[in-house]
């Protein structure tokens, strides 16, 4: 039995399922694969290394300062998050709180992490091989968001937030082998997530970026979608959907450290339900 896990990200919301993996972690409970997006790609990357509480900080304490997001970064680079100073000053060996690479590196499960290329819009999945010590250059792939941040070029081809190409990559973790899924959703399935926010976004990257934008436009419907058939799934017990019944006033880019602190516990309340899932 291949059990998967599907992190799908969502900005500082990411919070929730950061909860629900150090809940795995006190819990014992392993992977065969993880398939992360955007902020997910994060999460399952500390998670993978066995680093309890380490992405509790970069939501609730680095993520505060200026030097990680603000119109400052906007206005100097057109990136109002800065990926470099996330996953390169912060992350990297002596930065202050480093990645551990070995033990990500050792770690049996699978790791995908998902972005999009920024000329076709296609979904590309990194793995393992595609990260090496102190050059995380894929997590900052993944957590581009279009127009709030500039596309991030890996080995030489700009990509865009996974979320685009593929919002819940779910069937890619069955196309992957896996019997069984473990969804984890930063917002409540019972309200559908609309456009309109994605609307405007797609009109300051359409120039540039035509296939991109016309997946940003749609990403909303591409979501709720998979949503439904997650849903579906989820009814034949092949997958264990986790979301939270409400976001605690978390959104993409808001960074209230209380409401993100009320969010990270819910979803460490929530993830006591994947071991029964997942234990015979």
Do not use: W
Not at 212 to 217: D, F, H, Q, S, V
Not at 238 to 260: A, F, Q
């Amino acid at each position: 039995m291949k059990t998967g896990i599907v992190d799908v990200g969502g900005g500082f919301r990411g919070v929730y399922a950061c909860g629900v993996l150090d809940r795995c972690m006190d819990d014992g409970v392993r992977f065969d694969l993880g398939i992360g997006v955007s902020a997910g790609s994060a999460n399952l990357a500390s998670f993978a290394a066995g680093q309890r509480g380490r992405n509790l900080r970069f939501y609730t304490e680095y993520g505060l300062r200026k030097e990680y997001a603000g119109i400052r970064n906007f206005l100097r680079s057109r990136s109002y998050i800065d990926l470099d100073y996330v996953y390169g000053t912060l992350s990297r060996s002596g930065g202050e709180s480093p990645l551990d690479y070995r033990a990500l590196s050792e770690n049996p499960m699978e790791f995908y992490i998902a972005a999009t290329d920024a000329q076709t819009g296609l979904p590309r999945y990194f793995d393992k091989s595609d990260i090496h010590q102190d050059d995380y250059d894929v997590f900052k792939a993944s957590s581009a968001i279009p127009f709030v941040c500039r596309p991030y070029p890996v080995q030489g081809k700009p990509y865009f937030d996974g979320a685009l190409g593929d919002p819940i990559p779910m069937e890619e973790a069955f196309r992957r082998g896996c019997d069984r899924i473990v969804l984890l959703l930063t917002r409540p399935t019972a309200v559908p997530r609309t456009s309109k926010k994605d609307e405007k976004l797609a009109a300051g990257i359409r120039r540039k970026y035509p296939e991109c934008a016309e997946k940003l436009r749609r990403r909303a419907e591409r979501y709720n979608e998979e949503a439904a058939r997650a849903k579906e799934y989820a009814a034949e017990g092949k997958v264990l959907i986790v979301e939270p019944d409400d976001t605690c006033g978390v959104s993409t880019l808001s960074r209230n450290p209380d409401d993100m602190k009320r969010l990270y516990e819910k979803g460490y309340k929530d993830g006591q339900k994947i071991k029964a899932y997942i234990t015979p």
